[in-house]
């Protein structure tokens, strides 16, 4: 008799699933379906030799991906317009496997912080000693908290901060005038109950990332996930896009005074898109065609500890990995004593920051009135985010001693 072994069938989000169907006659074709009531995505698989289908080793006749891809129904999973549900993995005459996936690992406490004029979440392992070395970590121009992010990166073996800055109660409205001083104030929060501290980063997130650690020597390591090297104009308010690109402004200030910026820049092919309602690939806002001011470029070389930038060739988010590049050259440059890389995925989109193993086949994502287009192949974009994921991890135990 035919059978479902799914290993393990509970397990957090970034923890690949094994999947094998057993007990198949030879050369038999079977679908194996992935659902999660807002989505679906399914495979066709021959049995080999033994009767075995196994995702781990061989790759589907037809369906969502292609290749060889032990979480190819995870990332290739695409919106079926109906409500969210549990995770169900099913072969059709064999049957249904339902599957945990935490976005809160088993062990992971989770804490509300509203003090100090602080607004995050904490998270730790419940064996924590009071030794694990610490991690902020930063959301980009969406707002809000990473708490998922967070919380996944806490059952490696961390104390995290999902830090707000904007868009959160009790926060700044808008990504506008950003005191740096405010995020002092979360290491030393920080610093009270872990070791060492890391800042990780995403987007915007990875700009700011880059620039905490350059202000504040308590920071041990910077990653910057499609970041910045370079401070750009702030997302102030504003009815639609343009708007927003027109409201000329800082994003972060220092002991009271703004930043310089590299400002946006709305040409004729950007505002074409945006009055047209065609999915705006926001890097043509960054012209970088006459240089890059110099007083806008982050000094990275002051950050005391290893830097790790990550980028993608296919950003249509912004010039990540042109931006970037200039943080590299500056600690080339400084000959910055610590380990310090930039890499970069070529095929993939701009939406490679966070955890893996989630849906990877939307490659546009909704703006204020306007869709960005993300740009990448989704499965370029799925595996460079599982590759991100797992050298920020392996980045910070280095760099933090975990």
């Known amino acids: ?33 992935l659902s999660t009531g807002d989505r679906a995505s399914r495979a066709v698989f021959e049995a080999d030799d033994r009767g075995v289908v196994d995702l781990t080793r061989h790759a589907p006749v037809d369906g969502s991906y292609q290749g060889v891809d032990p979480m190819g129904l995870f ?36 804490l509300e912080v509203r003090e100090h004029g602080l607004v995050g979440t904490l998270f730790a392992p419940e064996d924590d000693g009071g030794d694990l070395p610490g991690v902020i970590v930063l959301g980009g121009s969406e707002g809000g908290l990473q708490e998922t992010d967070a919380a996944l990166l806490a059952a490696h073996g961390f104390v995290t901060f999902a830090l707000g800055y904007f868009g959160v109660d009790g926060l700044p409205e808008h990504l506008e005038d950003v005191p740096l001083e405010y995020f002092g104030t979360a290491i030393e929060f920080l610093s ?7 800042v990780v980063g995403g987007s915007r997130g990875g700009e700011l990332a880059l620039l905490v650690g350059s202000k504040f020597s308590q920071v041990s390591a910077v990653v910057s996930v499609v970041g910045s090297g370079v401070v750009t104009q702030a997302v102030g308010p504003g009815a639609n896009l343009l708007q927003k690109l027109q ?8 002991k009271g005074e703004p930043l310089p910026y590299l400002p946006y820049y709305v040409g004729d092919e950007l505002r074409a898109k945006i009055v047209n309602d065609e999915p705006v690939p ?9 240089g890059i001011p110099e007083d806008t470029e982050i000094p990275v070389e002051n950050i005391a500890g290893g830097v790790l930038l990550i980028s993608s060739g296919q950003d249509d988010g912004w010039p990540s990995a042109e931006l970037s590049d200039v943080a590299m050259r500056r600690l080339k440059d400084h000959e910055h004593p610590f380990p310090y890389e930039h890499v970069v995925y070529p095929e993939a989109g701009h ?22 287009s993300g740009g990448g192949a989704p499965q370029a974009t799925a595996h460079a985010r599982a590759n991100a994921w797992k050298r920020t991890v392996e980045f910070l135990r280095e760099q933090l001693g975990s």
Do not use: C, N
């Open 1 to 33: 008799m035919a059978e479902i072994l799914v290993s393990p069938q509970t397990a957090p989000l970034d923890q690949q699933v094994e999947v094998i169907v057993a007990g198949l006659k030879p050369g038999q074709s079977i679908t194996v379906q």
């Open 75 to 110: 990332w290739s999973l695409e919106r079926t317009g109906g409500k969210a549900g549990p995770t169900v993995l099913s072969v059709e005459g064999v049957g249904d496997r339902v599957l945990e996936r935490q976005s809160v690992p088993e062990g992971v406490e989770r």
């Open 192 to 198: 009270e109950r872990a070791g060492e501290i890391g």
């Open 247 to 254: 409201h000329e402004a800082a994003s972060w200030t220092w």
């Open 282 to 290: 926001l890097r043509l806002a960054f012209d970088t065609s006459d």
């Open 351 to 372: 939406l490679i920051a966070g955890p893996p193993h989630r849906p990877a086949t939307d490659v546009t994502y909704p703006g204020p009135g306007v869709t960005f």
